[in-house]
């Protein structure tokens, strides 16, 4: 038996001799069979090699090999102690990953890797079974500490570091970027011009409007040119990641700096706008928005008035736009300045109902006499005193024979007092009156 031993690895060993192997070579393999554990591979030997399935599987735990396909591998073992070839696809792989980085490296071309995690400082990339590192200061053009999350991305990057003594790798995802923005800039340089459109993505939403990348260049789109009506912010209108076409506006070719514009893809609706709406018109409209100084009122799809807090009511001055309407209301108003040149339209509510001043004014004379008058407030500079038809009007303290102090003390609201009417102004609002002994 011993003999018989003795003889197969005489066999064996000769075998070898004639098929000029050692362990540490590099050699074709045929794949033969991939079982669950094992992928049995032809060397052109007498035996069969065997290499775990796992060496053969990606980050994703996938099988990337298949039955017939020619793959190089490392002879790991002459014999495994149980008669069998034992090879490695890993250690070939690694060989000829780290060949490949060298080369990169030394040529400046780019390297495919999967960002498998974020570690301290930045990223764990694998380059196939080659780990290296990218800096978080590497990931992007801007640097600094809040790149994003490239984690289960696989993307393209630059060997800025390679040692391989000390399995060393440093990559860059920046150098990409850089070169890549470089020349799609050149690229651009060559083709952009003011008044004409341009392809752009929106890459960022601020208050004041919307960086749009441009392929290499960044261009910047205003609020106030986003839209012909009123946009409070842009993300109302836009989305990150549109894309769309702009006109450029302006291109200070020297700072790097395009203006763009996408209303003036669209027609003015101001151009024809005294063709719809004219000083005196009573129309129809929708509340937009209310604020601390009045409302703002759709007439048309692009055209928006404003009806200012003291255009809202007669007989209340001081009253709060949102007690009274609220946005999607529907409004009556009166058309009472169009400025072209400002692109406002200037509205009113009350002007589409009698003026109860101009009634008071036609009713009445300079000084007639109103008996049994309510008081309404008393103030530091006079008495505002309840008139028919809802409206005040005013004693002045300068028509008081008390002084200012002494007024609050001897008049109270709810009072009654006659009047005698000293002067009418509609126009502003305004009734004078004196008080009647």
Same mark, same amino acid.
């Given at each position: ?17 004639? @098929?000029?192997? %050692? *362990? ?5 393999? #045929? ?11 032809? $060397? ?11 060496? @053969?599987? #990606? ?14 591998? &490392? ?6 102690? @149980?008669?069998? &070839? ?12 780290? /060949? ?62 390679? /040692? ?23 690229? !651009? !340089? ?7 459109? $341009?392809?752009?993505? $929106? ?9 749009? /990348? ?5 261009? !910047? ?18 989305? +990150?990641?549109?894309?769309?076409? @702009?006109? %450029? ?23 024809? &706008? ?12 929708? +509340?937009?928005?209310?604020? /601390? ?25 001081? &009253? ?26 200037? !509205? ?67 009072? *009654? ?21």
């Amino acid at each position: 038996m011993k003999d018989t031993e003795n003889t197969l690895q005489q066999l064996l060993d000769k075998s070898f001799e004639s @098929f000029d192997l %050692v *362990q540490g070579s590099l050699v074709k393999a #045929n794949v033969l069979q991939i079982g669950k554990k094992w992928v049995t591979l032809d $060397i052109g030997f007498k035996s069969d090699g065997l290499v775990p399935i796992e060496e @053969f599987e #990606n980050h994703a735990n996938e099988v990337h090999v298949a039955e017939g396909d020619e793959v190089e591998v &490392i002879l790991d073992a002459l014999d495994d102690g @149980f008669g069998e &070839i034992r090879l490695s696809r890993e250690k070939a792989r690694k060989q000829e990953t780290w /060949d490949s980085l060298e080369k990169s490296h030394a040529e400046g071309t780019y390297v495919e890797g999967k960002v498998v995690n974020k570690v301290k400082g930045g990223f764990t990339v694998f380059v196939d079974v080659v780990k290296a590192f990218l800096p978080g200061s590497l990931v992007d053009p801007k640097g600094g500490k809040d790149y994003p999350d490239l984690s289960g991305q696989t993307l393209e990057f630059k060997v800025m570091k390679f /040692d391989k003594k000390r399995t060393n790798i440093v990559l860059s995802r920046k150098a990409v970027l850089q070169e890549q923005n470089s020349e799609e800039r050149e690229r !651009l !340089l060559e083709v952009i011009k003011e008044g004409e459109t $341009i392809e752009g993505t $929106i890459k960022n939403l601020t208050d004041y409007g919307a960086f749009v /990348d441009l392929g290499g260049l960044d261009g !910047l789109l205003h609020i106030t040119d986003l839209s012909w009506k009123r946009v409070m912010h842009p993300k109302e209108v836009l989305n +990150v990641g549109d894309k769309m076409e @702009f006109l %450029v506006l302006s291109f200070d070719q020297e700072k790097m700096r395009v203006s763009l514009g996408l209303k003036q893809l669209a027609g003015d609706p101001w151009k024809d &706008i005294e063709s719809k709406y004219h000083v005196g018109q009573i129309v129809e409209g929708e +509340v937009a928005l209310t604020t /601390d100084y009045g409302c703002f009122v759709k007439l048309d799809e692009d055209i928006e008035g404003l009806v200012h807090i003291t255009d809202l009511d007669w007989k209340n001055k001081n &009253i709060n736009p949102s007690s009274i309407l609220s946005r999607g209301d529907s409004i009556t108003v009166k058309v009472m300045e169009i400025d072209l040149e400002e692109r406002k339209v200037s !509205l009113s509510k009350k002007h589409t109902t009698e003026n109860p001043w101009k009634d008071f004014e036609d009713k009445h004379n300079a000084g007639d006499i109103l008996e049994n008058m309510n008081i309404k407030s008393v103030t530091d500079f006079g008495i505002f005193v309840e008139l028919d038809g809802g409206i005040d009007g005013l004693i002045h303290h300068s028509e008081i024979v008390v002084g200012p102090e002494e007024i609050q003390e001897k008049y109270k609201a709810g009072d *009654q007092i006659t009047v005698s009417i000293s002067g009418m102004d509609s126009e502003r609002e305004r009734i004078s009156l004196s008080l009647v002994s």
